[in-house]
């Protein structure tokens, strides 16, 4: 028994070796799995369980975007580790949010999509962002206004109406998801961009884009003219 702990042990402290010298993206998917798992299970080989897991989701990326339903029916992954395996989405994600700062400048595509991805990729269930501007095109605020299923969010003008209001607001980013699909967007996606649109204007609010992310590319309706093309940077 002994021999054997030693054994991972030796391999554990090889696989941290290989990540120092060559880097954590050198690794092939069995590998950094398995180097993900040393972390959340400290004494047992975690190989197995590596080629377990990819068997049944078939990348590194999707282990970890899995549903924790579908982890914790792995042989060998438990409650405990489905839960700690599904933190890491969560902490790269505040990692990425972090690095942006608590009011940057959106002023392009470019920054939206920095801005949005972090917070929509690989979600499950439909999210409508909405981002508020100040007249500098700086963040001054955000809001999750919906959560739908995997295809749908409804939204509350209401809602909207308060986040608007309550803010220095000049400008508005929506942004939402389609999980796992093309993020073109739907007739409903047009129409519901199209009446929020009008509403805002009622408010002296103006709409800038509306940004679907997509399971693997993102979609913005400004730059294929579903709104009105009008650079940000124009208005000041």
Do not use: C
Request: hydrophobic share 40%.
């Amino acid at each position: 028994m002994e021999q054997k702990k030693n054994t991972h042990e030796k391999h554990r402290e090889r696989l941290l070796n290989t990540i120092k010298e060559v880097g954590f993206e050198k690794l092939n998917d069995i590998n950094a799995l398995e180097f993900v798992l040393t972390l959340i299970i400290p004494r047992k080989d975690t190989n197995p369980l590596a080629h377990a897991l990819l068997d049944q989701f078939g990348s590194f990326s999707k282990v970890l975007d899995a549903d924790y339903s579908q982890l914790v029916h792995v042989f060998g992954m438990g409650e405990r580790s489905a839960t700690l395996l599904k933190l890491f989405p969560e902490i790269f994600r505040r990692y990425q949010k972090d690095r942006l700062g608590k009011n940057p400048l959106i002023n392009t595509l470019g920054d939206m999509i920095s801005y949005f991805k972090p917070r929509l990729e690989n979600k499950l269930r439909e999210e409508f962002i909405v981002v508020g501007l100040n007249n500098k095109g700086r963040v001054v605020a955000e809001k999750t206004v919906s959560v739908g299923g995997k295809n749908s969010v409804a939204i509350d003008k209401k809602d909207l109406s308060l986040f608007i209001l309550n803010k220095h607001i000049s400008s508005v980013i929506f942004a939402h998801n389609h999980p796992g699909a093309d993020p073109r967007p739907s007739r409903a996606d047009v129409e519901a961009t199209d009446a929020l649109k009008a509403f805002l204007l009622l408010n002296n609010v103006r709409l800038e884009d509306h940004i679907i992310i997509g399971e693997d590319s993102v979609f913005s309706m400004k730059m294929l003219q579903y709104i009105e093309e009008k650079d940000i940077r124009d208005e000041f």
